[in-house]
C-alpha cells in the first residue's frame, strides 16, 4: 500500500472558512499533486510541485493555494470555502527519472461546503 | 473535445466473464499509457503500464495499445467479484512530462 496520507477523509464546513487539507507521503518523492475529482468526471490537476520550494497552478482554475516547505507536505489551503468547492480532493505524489509515470495516490478527502 | 474518452458506464459482468474496457484518445504525442483501479473510498492505484504500442500481459489482466486507431485496451480474464471497481485510462507524452491526463473512469460490477 502507497505511505501516502490525506487528512481529514471527510469535511463539512460552512461557506466562507478557511480551511486546509493536508497531504503527506513518506516515500522521499519529489513530485506532488493534487488533483480534483468528481462524480463522472477527469481527474482534473489543480496544483504541483516539482519539489522543496516549487509550486505551480494545474489546468484547473482554483481558489486554492499550495506550499512544499518539506519534500514529505503538500498542503492545499482555501482561504474562503463556497458550495462550488464542494468535490473530491487526491493528492498523489511520483518520483522523478524512469519510474515518474506511477503516481501514488491517497485516500482522498471528501469535502463538502454549506 | 477531450484529449480522453472513456464510456464511464457502468459495467454489469458475470463471475468468469472476460472484461474489455476501452479509451480513445485524440493527441498522437501520447507514449505513456496508464491503467488505475479505484476502489470506492480510495485513491486510484496504478494496475498496469505500456509504453508505445503493443500488448503487456501481468496475471489476468492485459493491456493493448493501438497508437495508429488512437485505441486502448483493458481485459480483464475470469473476473472476479474483488474486480468490482472503476478503471481509469491515463497517458502522458513523455517520462519528463508532468501532466497525465486521466479519462473519467468505467465503472465495473463483477457478480457473484
Known amino acids: 500500500e502507497a505511505d501516502i496520507y490525506q487528512t481529514p477523509r471527510y469535511l463539512v464546513i460552512g461557506t466562507g472558512k478557511k480551511i486546509t487539507l493536508e497531504c503527506s507521503q513518506t516515500m522521499g518523492h519529489d513530485k506532488m499533486y493534487w488533483y480534483q475529482q468528481d462524480p463522472g468526471m477527469e481527474l482534473h490537476l489543480i496544483h504541483y510541485?516539482?519539489?522543496?520550494?516549487?509550486?505551480e497552478k494545474g489546468d484547473l482554475s482554483s481558489e486554492s493555494t499550495v506550499s512544499r516547505i518539506r519534500t514529505e507536505h503538500f498542503p492545499l489551503t482555501l482561504e474562503s470555502a463556497r458550495p462550488s468547492h464542494t468535490s473530491q480532493y487526491l493528492c498523489a505524489s511520483s518520483e522523478f527519472g524512469t519510474s515518474s509515470y506511477e503516481q501514488y495516490f491517497g485516500p482522498g478527502t471528501r469535502l463538502t461546503v454549506t | 473535445q477531450k484529449e480522453v474518452e472513456q464510456d464511464p458506464g457502468p459495467l454489469s459482468v458475470p463471475e468468469g466473464a472476460i472484461v474489455s474496457l476501452n479509451c480513445t484518445y485524440s493527441n498522437s504525442a501520447f507514449q505513456y499509457f496508464m491503467w488505475y483501479r479505484q476502489y470506492s473510498r480510495k485513491g486510484p492505484e496504478l494496475l498496469m503500464y505500456?509504453?508505445?504500442?503493443g500488448n503487456k500481459e501481468d496475471g489476468r489482466f492485459t493491456a493493448q495499445v493501438d497508437k495508429s486507431s488512437k485505441y486502448i485496451s483493458l481485459f480483464i480474464r475470469d473476473s472476479q467479484p474483488s474486480d468490482s471497481a472503476t478503471y481509469l485510462c491515463a497517458m502522458i507524452p513523455n517520462m519528463g512530462g508532468f501532466k497525465t491526463i486521466f479519462g473519467a473512469g468505467t465503472r465495473l460490477f463483477v457478480k457473484a
Open positions: 505500456t509504453y508505445s504500442s
Open positions: 510541485s516539482y519539489g522543496v520550494n516549487s509550486t
